[in-house]
């Protein structure tokens, strides 16, 4: 609500209560229109407030700002409009894998709420015991394979990169992140990966 101001004329002008209230609402609206900042979003928000949400209040690994639309359909109406994506990436390797898919022991992210994110993952680099097709994309910890990933064919046995893979998923709070490789024959490794996420959307 737009503020209307009081135009004050000594010794005429009232003190009232409605002109006070005026006053306090007007004070009010000037402290909705500052974002929160904090490891949650407010429990009770209005239409049109903005929060920023990260993981830790020191060393933030990202900061996310969010706008309440009170007025979606969804569930999920704390909505992203602005801040940078949440990488994690291991260099190890995670030990030989088998022919098919298989489930990454690291990286791992946890999603802190529920709702859509857009992931990316990606394997910088592997070697295959044979050619043949490879595949990478993420996935919840314990599922088969993934329902998004990309793949490419590998014309013979040495280093290769996967191709990434960004995808928009429905993840609940606490769900952990993986990313699933695939190796269609003989043995495989990988060495350089990375998981990225993003939000849309929140509850």
């Given at each position: 609500?737009?503020?209307?101001?009081?135009?004050?004329?000594?010794?005429?002008?009232?003190?009232?209560?409605?002109?006070?209230?005026n006053i306090e609402n007007g004070i009010a609206s000037v402290d909705l229109g500052k974002p929160s900042?904090?490891?949650?979003?407010?429990?009770?928000?209005?239409?049109?407030?903005?929060?920023?949400?990260?993981?830790?209040?020191?060393?933030?690994?990202?900061?996310?700002?969010?706008?309440?639309n009170a007025s979606s359909s969804s569930p999920r109406k704390w909505e992203f409009i602005g801040g940078t994506p949440w990488m994690v990436a291991d260099s190890a390797n995670p030990g030989t894998q088998g022919?098919?898919?298989?489930?990454?022991?690291?990286?791992?992210?946890?999603?802190?709420?529920?709702?859509?994110?857009m992931v990316e993952t990606n394997i910088d680099q592997g070697g295959t015991q044979a050619a043949g097709l490879m595949a990478q994309g993420?996935?919840?910890?314990?599922?088969?394979?993934?329902?998004?990933?990309?793949?490419?064919?590998?014309?013979?046995?040495?280093?290769?990169?996967?191709?990434?893979?960004?995808c928009p998923l429905l993840c609940t709070a606490g769900a952990v992140l993986k990313i699933f490789g695939y190796g269609a024959n003989g043995t495989w490794t990988v060495n350089n990966r990375w998981i990225c996420v993003t939000p849309l959307s929140v509850s």
């Open positions: 609500m737009t503020y209307t101001k009081t135009v004050w004329t000594d010794n005429v002008t009232p003190v009232d209560a409605a002109k006070m209230n900042y904090g490891t949650s979003l407010p429990a009770s928000p209005v239409d049109g407030q903005e929060a920023i949400l990260v993981d830790v209040l020191g060393g933030a690994n990202y900061s996310w700002r969010f706008r309440y022919a098919g898919w298989h489930e990454l022991s690291t990286p791992a992210l946890t999603v802190p709420r529920s709702g859509w994110y993420p996935n919840f910890s314990g599922q088969p394979s993934p329902s998004y990933y990309s793949q490419f064919y590998a014309d013979s046995a040495n280093v290769c990169g996967w191709a990434p893979i960004k």
